[in-house]
């Protein structure tokens, strides 16, 4: 039963940590992680979009999959939860977290976890202090690995590209998905991103 409190990002960090320290599973096998999902087929199905826009994605989802695919790693590969945000850790009553989701729980590294708190942090979404407790909880910041940068990208591109399939919801939708497509094609801009 879930307690209705909202999860804490440093509750987040202990889930995980205890996640990524299980041993691999012996009596079945975990699958790959898949960190492009249904990126292409939102793309794709995107028809009504500008095509110059749809260009500018489709190019940038090559070159994406070309540097994630360059990754070099700095921690073996563990059990991950796959989409690891706080909207994903539910606390029931007795304060325990508790995730939920795993739709997409796969075999890959630890870094791809963490880095979605750390994008999240990044464009706004959790204060200094949220993700300060986060990074110590864990016992790491992910984005001192020289990797970081490339899965900010991608989940950016990620975040974006899920939000487009919804910008006929109305105009606040949109406004937003063009924040965040000026983000993608100048990642020097900070702007902030309202999340959905």
Known sequence: M?????????????????LHDLPPPTE?????????GRVKERIDQATDLDPRDLEFLRGRLAELRTEYNDLAYSSPPCAL???????????????????????????????????????????????????ADFCRVYGYDVRTWDGF?????????????????NVHEGPT????????????????SRRRWAPF
């Open 81 to 131: 939860h796959g989409d690891a945000h706080v909207q994903n850790l539910i606390v029931d009553p007795g304060g325990t977290a508790v995730l939920i989701d795993f739709e997409r729980f796969a075999f890959g590294h630890r870094e791809t976890d963490l880095s979605v708190t750390a994008t999240e942090y990044e464009i706004g979404w959790h204060t200094d202090q949220e993700y």
């Open 149 to 165: 940068p490339v899965l900010r990208a991608l989940n950016q591109f990620k975040m974006t590209t899920w939000l487009m399939q």
């Open 28 to 36: 079945f096998k975990l699958p790959e992680l898949n960190m492009f």
């Open 2 to 18: 879930d307690s209705g409190r909202k999860a804490r990002a440093d509750e987040l960090a202990a889930t995980l940590h205890q």
């Open 173 to 188: 939708v949109a406004e937003e998905f063009r924040n965040r497509l000026k983000t993608l094609r100048d990642p020097s």
